[in-house]
């Protein structure tokens, strides 16, 4: 199991649960590589989970600000922090609610496994928030389930 195997663990998610997690797998490991992340960028990840894609890209040299509305799993990032220290800043709220502009100074990236309860929503925030003079996002890298990719390519 994967370095998030513990904290899945702890919080009672097991492979069987209803929450879909990333660990260290290829599929994160090709995400990562898409994402041409260098030391310095700062990255807006929603849904971290106990952080298995937060890890990876903390040891890119990023600096992530975590969003995550499920207390279960902010004691798991805390741990992150713990090792990483000031490059993560986790933020304990609801992404459809949490103004991004308020969160990063400057444009961002943005590399996300989405919850699949919010993603099109979130997509259509993000969208709308981009467009106009001052761009939030540089990029964004994004992963969704099946049945919301398809979703959103019939329409």
């Known amino acids: 199991m994967g370095p998030a195997g513990p ?49 990876a890209l903390l040891e890119t040299g990023a600096q992530v600000i ?13 741990e992150l922090r713990a090792a990483f220290g000031e490059r993560l800043i986790i933020v304990e709220a609801d992404a459809l ?9 400057r444009p961002v990236k943005v590399v996300s496994n989405l919850p699949y309860n919010i993603s099109t929503e979130l ?12 761009p939030l996002w540089l990029q964004m890298t994004l992963m969704f389930q099946k049945e919301v990719a398809d979703r959103i390519l019939a329409a």
Do not use: M, Y
């Open 7 to 55: 904290a899945r663990r702890r919080i009672g998610c097991g492979p069987a649960g209803h929450l879909v997690l990333l660990g260290r797998s290829g599929a994160l490991s090709r995400q990562d590589a898409r994402g041409r992340r260098r030391p310095g960028d700062t990255i807006i990840e929603v849904g971290p989970g106990p952080g298995g894609l937060t890890r």
């Open 123 to 134: 997509l259509v925030k993000w969208l709308i928030a981009n467009h106009g003079d001052a």
């Open 97 to 105: 609610k949490a103004d991004e502009r308020a969160l990063a100074v």
């Open 66 to 78: 975590a969003i995550e509305r499920d207390s279960r799993f902010v004691a798991a990032l805390e």
